[in-house]
Nanobody
């Protein structure tokens, strides 16, 4: 069993930056594929980014390419999402994902574990 806890959400002005963190606890002996999804009010969940267990492959949603960067620190059991050049349309609850199959890209959101989410609000 794995637990995920996100942090770092809050209010930020358009054009600003924010760094989200996700701590992984529980059964962490295996390198999980990790990722981020988001959901804005009244909208469907949207793939944001993922990183494979090896850390070699990073995948981004079209809406965030060139602005967001996903990274991981396995020594600390952490995954991060650095968000730059934020826009009001980035406002959403951001969820951390983890899956025990390390090569998955998690684009479809079919991840075994999800966090509770952290709210990011971008003001114009």
């Amino acid at each position: 069993q794995v637990q995920l806890e996100e942090s770092g959400g809050g209010l930020v002005q358009a054009g600003g930056s924010r760094n989200l963190s996700c701590v992984v606890s529980g059964e962490t002996s295996s390198p999980y594929a990790m990722g981020w999804f988001r959901q804005a009010p009244g909208k469907e969940q949207e793939f944001v980014a993922s990183i494979t267990g090896s850390g070699i492959t990073r995948t981004y949603g079209d809406a965030v390419k060139g602005r967001f960067t996903i990274s991981r620190d396995d020594a600390k059991n952490m995954v991060y999402l650095q968000m730059n050049s934020l826009k009001p349309e980035d406002t959403a609850v951001y969820y951390c994902l983890a899956d025990p199959i390390p090569v998955r890209t998690l684009i479809g959101g079919d991840s075994k574990y999800w966090g509770q989410g952290t709210q990011v609000t971008v003001s114009s």
